[in-house]
């Protein structure tokens, strides 16, 4: 007995041939949404590394340079607390010590917080992910040691008592405290060095024009001691020599 399989419509070969349209138009509708999903994701990262570039350039940014700006200032300051805490007038501390006013601020990440919970760090590549981590790793530092800062400035100022001379432990306690916020200062300078540094890397600078008005405003309130930041410059934090003595302490 024969068995007579079906014969197609049109033929086997124009049944291969309706096949194959059907195949190939499948894998151009797949093609064009992989292309169409390719090219929203390069949207979200891109929106996402501009959010992440005006947080830097135009928030955090400004706050590690203006520290740069008046690190040396600070430094005077506090080192004049510290070595003239067993020489100088009483009066002379207590208004030494009233001045030492460090500018306490916020350190922002929201951009980076968003990344960081949405799927748009997966598909920024793990390079691209590493380098933005970089300046936003210090945050957290940078956040601490301004808390630790403020606290030490209160501690500093009732040192001494508001009137009279101090005690021998009074004058201990004031060049304790001096001497921690000088530390405090260094570290400042150096971290914010390095963040300022990270930052050139992804292109998202500090502003001229705020660079200008900063420099402007803290010569103004500091006088010669500011220093402008080479922004350029190998931090010295970063250099390998860094590991055998800590550039915080001076």
């Avoid at 399989?5 to 086997?12: E, S």
């Avoid at 929106?47 to 690190?71: C, K, N, S, V």
């Avoid at 606290?151 to 021998?168: F, Q, Y």
């Avoid at 220093?227 to 350029?232: E, G, H």
Wanted: hydrophobic letters at 40%; charged letters at 25%; one cysteine or more.
């Amino acid at each position: 007995m024969h068995v007579h399989l079906p014969k197609p419509l049109h033929g086997w070969r124009e049944f291969a041939g309706e096949v194959g349209i059907i195949v190939v138009g499948v894998l151009i509708a797949l093609a064009a949404e992989q292309l169409v999903d390719a090219w929203q994701w390069r949207e979200k990262t891109g929106h996402a590394e501009d959010a992440m570039r005006i947080e830097l350039a135009d928030d955090d940014g400004p706050q590690a340079y203006a520290r740069e700006l008046i690190g040396a200032c600070l430094d005077k300051e506090i080192t004049r607390i510290r070595d003239g805490a067993d020489t100088a007038p009483p009066d002379q501390l207590r208004k030494w010590t009233a001045a030492y006013a460090p500018p306490f601020r916020t350190w922002d990440s929201e951009a980076w917080k968003i990344v960081v919970a949405s799927d748009i760090g997966s598909h920024m590549g793990a390079e691209r992910l590493i380098a933005w981590s970089a300046p936003y790793r210090f945050l957290p530092q940078l956040t601490e040691e301004d808390q630790r800062e403020a606290r030490l400035v209160i501690t500093l100022r009732a040192d001494l008592p508001p009137s009279g001379n101090p005690s021998p432990s009074d004058l201990k306690a004031l060049r304790l405290d001096a001497a921690q916020l000088r530390l405090t200062n260094r570290r400042f300078i150096n971290t914010s060095q390095l963040m300022l540094a990270r930052m050139n890397v992804l292109n998202a600078q500090v502003p001229e024009t705020i660079q200008r008005r900063l420099t402007g405003e803290a010569r103004a309130m500091y006088g010669d001691c500011v220093a402008i930041p080479d922004l350029k410059a190998k931090p010295g934090a970063g250099l390998l020599s860094a590991n055998l003595r800590s550039p915080s302490v001076q």
